[in-house]
């Protein structure tokens, strides 16, 4: 059974651009979460989307955004880059919708602003 | 703001001594759950302990609940060079909306040889 996959797994791009990062959750997985993680830092938690719904979103500004399409699988969108938004970004899915269970996660995507 | 805090912030042992690290909490959880990340890679799902339960063993990890005062530890035993990994906690915390899965600042494990 595939896991969690995500792409790019490294992207580079310049202040002020676009980046669009994307996560398609394990078969059957519903639930699928976004999270950030700064260099040596922990995860802060970005997004969550559940049967094609956001559920609940992070202390992060509105020029994050993202969205789930009808086979579960999700893309983050992060405008205007800011040199602060490099970091892994990690998806997770999971087969709960009520956050009582396991996370799966990928293995994350690297962005640098430059 | 994080909702689980892990201590130590870094942990540095000898091959087959044992590891304990902590976990606190703000707020009521229905579960809390230790993850384990090797170098900057995705997060692997180690044990899940439910606000009901106080202990639970998973080979050499031993994970305790204690609610009352909103921490939790994890304890590795008989530790080995591969166990060199971030350690992380994970609980479901509610907003104003909806809940969410937080996770901790993580606790850096080193295993000499």
């Known amino acids: 059974e595939a896991g969690v996959t995500q792409s790019p797994t490294h992207l580079i791009k310049t202040r002020g651009q676009q980046a669009t990062l994307r996560c398609s959750p394990i078969?059957?997985?519903?639930?699928v979460y976004w999270y950030q993680q700064a260099l040596g830092l922990g995860l802060q938690f970005l997004l969550w989307?559940?049967?094609?719904?956001?559920?609940n979103r992070g202390n992060f500004p509105p020029r994050f955004s993202g969205r789930q399409f009808p086979n579960y699988s999700s893309e983050l969108n992060v405008n205007a880059l800011e040199l602060e938004d490099s970091a892994l970004y990690l998806c997770?899915?999971?087969?709960?919708?009520?956050?009582?269970?396991?996370?799966?996660f990928g293995e994350g995507s690297r962005l640098t602003v430059l | 703001s994080q909702q689980g805090e892990e201590d130590p912030q870094a942990l540095s042992i000898q091959e087959g001594e044992n590891a304990t690290m902590n976990c606190s909490y703000k707020?009521?959880?229905?579960?809390l759950q230790w993850y384990r990340q090797n170098s900057g890679r995705g997060l692997v799902h180690l044990i899940l302990?439910?606000?009901?339960?106080r202990e639970k063993h998973s080979g050499r990890l031993r994970v305790t609940l204690d609610t009352s005062k909103k921490s939790s530890s994890l304890l590795i035993t008989a530790s080995r060079a591969a166990d060199t990994a971030s350690y992380f906690c994970?609980?479901?915390?509610?907003?104003?909306?909806?809940?969410?899965?937080?996770f901790g600042s993580g606790t850096r494990l080193s295993i000499r040889p």
């Open positions: 997770a899915s999971s087969l709960d919708s009520l956050n009582t269970g396991e996370l799966f």
């Open positions: 078969s059957g997985h519903t639930s």
């Open positions: 989307y559940d049967e094609g719904e956001e559920r």
């Open positions: 707020t009521s959880i229905n579960n």
């Open positions: 302990i439910r606000s009901n339960e």
């Open positions: 994970a609980t479901d915390a509610w907003d104003s909306s909806a809940s969410k899965i937080i």
